[in-house]
């Protein structure tokens, strides 16, 4: 069964760093595409970044576009976020999924619906 856990967040300043990770037990990640996702309350589910299952195609949200920053170490079967000049409005609950519907190794798309087996998810909050 796969099963993730994502650790990392906690406060941070305007302008700070954070390096989120997301630990797969259960079954070995390296033949699925990884995504991260974050969630306020009141508003939908958002695609942040996503990394193919060979690790050579990421893809960014707009809004961290050059400041964040997807990696993957399937040795230590573990993708990773790190996050720089964080801002107010990245604070959100942080989760990752596995793409558990294409079959592309190539390539990864943030589109919720297509992923699954998510995590509990970790707090970030951006605030002085």
């Known amino acids: 069964q796969l099963q993730f856990v994502e650790s990392g967040g906690g406060l941070v300043q305007p302008g700070g760093s954070l390096r989120l990770s997301c630990a797969a037990s259960?079954?070995?990640?390296?033949?699925?595409?990884i995504g991260w996702f974050r969630q306020v309350p009141g508003k939908e589910r958002e695609g942040v970044s996503c990394?193919?299952?060979?690790?050579?195609?990421?893809n960014y949200a707009d809004s961290v576009q050059g400041r964040f920053t997807i990696s993957r170490d399937n040795s230590q079967n573990t993708v990773y976020l790190q996050m720089n000049s964080l801002k107010p409005e990245d604070t959100a609950v942080y989760f990752c999924?596995?793409?558990?519907?294409?079959?592309?190794?190539?390539?990864?798309?943030?589109?919720?619906?297509?992923?699954?087996?998510w995590g509990q998810g970790t707090q970030v909050t951006v605030s002085s």
């Open positions: 999924a596995a793409d558990v519907i294409t079959t592309v190794q190539e390539m990864c798309v943030r589109a919720p619906s297509i992923y699954g087996s």
């Open positions: 259960g079954f070995t990640l390296d033949t699925y595409a």
């Open positions: 990394i193919s299952a060979s690790g050579t195609y990421t």
